[in-house]
Structure formats: structure tokens, C-alpha cells
């Protein structure tokens, strides 16, 4: 199985930025996507971000595209999300996620493509 850990989360106010990690352990090798996903208060979870593995190809929704910027360092296993000009709306727990679907990048954005799941870690933007 794959176990995920995000990490970098916090409490900034609008306009500035954050940098979200996700450390992946256990067996790796099927994963073919990677993405984040926020959950709002009172809202349902949202993918903000993907990454297609073999490649590199990015996915991002209207709400973050041009603010959010995914990446990845296979050689420590992390997976990355840069936040830039953050908004109040963009309050939430985010998620890291894995796909072992090597087909993901025909819906990467798709929340139901997503095999193993973080815990998550909060991201408050104060005005």
C-alpha cells in the first residue's frame, strides 16, 4: 500500500504563499498520477492540482490555474504544491492523493481516480 504525509500547511494572510509537501512511502512503483484536493468548510472536496508521472503534464481547475503550480522530486518521493496569491477562498484541508490508473491522465482532475489518500493539512488565508 502507499502511505502519504502532507506537510507545510499554515495560517497566512491574503496575497502570500505557502509550499505543501507530500512524502510517499510503501509501494510506489503503480503510481501514474499524483494530485491535491482541498475540502472547504461546509463544501465537498476539490482537486486544485495534478501531475501526470510519466511525462510531467499539469492539470489545474479555473480556481487556482496561474496561483497554484504542482511538482514533483522522484528522488526523495515528494510531491509538491506552491500556493501563490492566496485567497481566503482558498481555506481548507488539503489532500495529497495518488492514482495507480495509467489511464489518470484522461481525468486527472477526477477525484474518484485517486487510490490512496493523506490525512491532510490545513491552509487558512486570514483578509
Known amino acids: 500500500q502507499v502511505q502519504l504525509a502532507e506537510s507545510g500547511g499554515g495560517s497566512v494572510q491574503a496575497g502570500g504563499s505557502l509550499r505543501l509537501s507530500c512524502a510517499a512511502s510503501?509501494?510506489?512503483?503503480?503510481?501514474?498520477?499524483m494530485g491535491w484536493f482541498r475540502r472547504a468548510p461546509g463544501k465537498e472536496r476539490e482537486a486544485v492540482a495534478s501531475?501526470?508521472?510519466?511525462?510531467?503534464?499539469?492539470y489545474y481547475p479555473d480556481s487556482v490555474k496561474g496561483r497554484f503550480t504542482i511538482s514533483q522530486d522522484n528522488a526523495k518521493n515528494t510531491l509538491y504544491l506552491q500556493m501563490n496569491s492566496l485567497k481566503p477562498e482558498d481555506t481548507a484541508i488539503y489532500f495529497c492523493?495518488?492514482?495507480?490508473?495509467?489511464?489518470?491522465?484522461?481525468?486527472?482532475?477526477?477525484?474518484?481516480?485517486?487510490?490512496?489518500w493523506g490525512q491532510g493539512n490545513q491552509v487558512s488565508v486570514s483578509t
Open positions: 492523493a495518488t492514482s495507480r490508473d495509467y489511464a489518470c491522465y484522461s481525468e486527472p482532475l477526477n477525484v474518484r481516480e485517486y487510490n490512496y
Open positions: 510503501g509501494y510506489t512503483t503503480s503510481t501514474y498520477c
Open positions: 501531475i501526470y508521472l510519466r511525462g510531467g503534464r499539469t
